[in-house]
């Protein structure tokens, strides 16, 4: 990843951290947010995302599976620092849930528009899919469409935005 690159997706952290915290909302520092497969959600991440975290990530172990964030620790987060957007945006409070979706959108559209500025194409993926490839590959190291679905799918709920 080029430095370009890098400080552009820092500043869409900026932007959804800033917009996150102007809501304020709960954490019940409850540790749903990392334990996906119990609390029924996926982390998707990008390579940008991924290349960040992994720059700087606490050793884990592999494989990881799609249950749970191994960054999470006696319930706290030791990757806190280079944490990816959904990280960053997600809260159980109730409160919050409709403006969470429109700043994980805003957030999503931005990084996408930094994949369009440099060239560098859209790869999105649950997190233990970039957790688990060789340490020796960077994220963005993939060959062929970066869009080819994978072979398994999860399925994920249906999410209704009412009008408003």
């Known amino acids: 990843m080029t430095d370009d690159v890098r400080k ?9 951290d800033a917009a996150v915290g102007a809501v304020a909302p709960r954490c019940d520092a409850s540790g749903r947010c990392c334990r996906f497969t119990e609390y ?3 982390l998707f991440i990008s390579a940008f995302e991924a290349e960040i975290l992994l720059d700087n990530a606490p050793f884990y ?4 599976s799609r249950d749970g964030c191994p960054f999470q620790i006696e319930g706290l987060c030791t990757a806190r620092d280079t944490r990816p957007l959904g990280c960053r945006i997600y809260f159980c409070d109730a409160n919050y849930q409709a403006r969470m979706a429109e700043i994980t959108e805003e957030s999503l559209a931005k990084l996408k528009q930094i994949a369009d500025a440099h060239g560098t194409g859209w790869h ?4 233990h899919h ?8 960077r994220p963005n190291d993939h060959v062929g469409d970066s869009m080819t679905p994978p072979a398994t799918r999860v399925p994920l709920p249906v999410v209704h935005h009412s009008g408003g």
């Open 8 to 16: 552009d997706v820092l500043a869409v952290y900026a932007t959804a």
């Open 40 to 42: 029924e959600h996926t």
């Open 61 to 64: 172990e592999q494989p990881v």
């Open 124 to 127: 999105y993926a649950p997190l």
């Open 130 to 137: 970039f957790l688990d490839a060789p340490r020796a590959a």
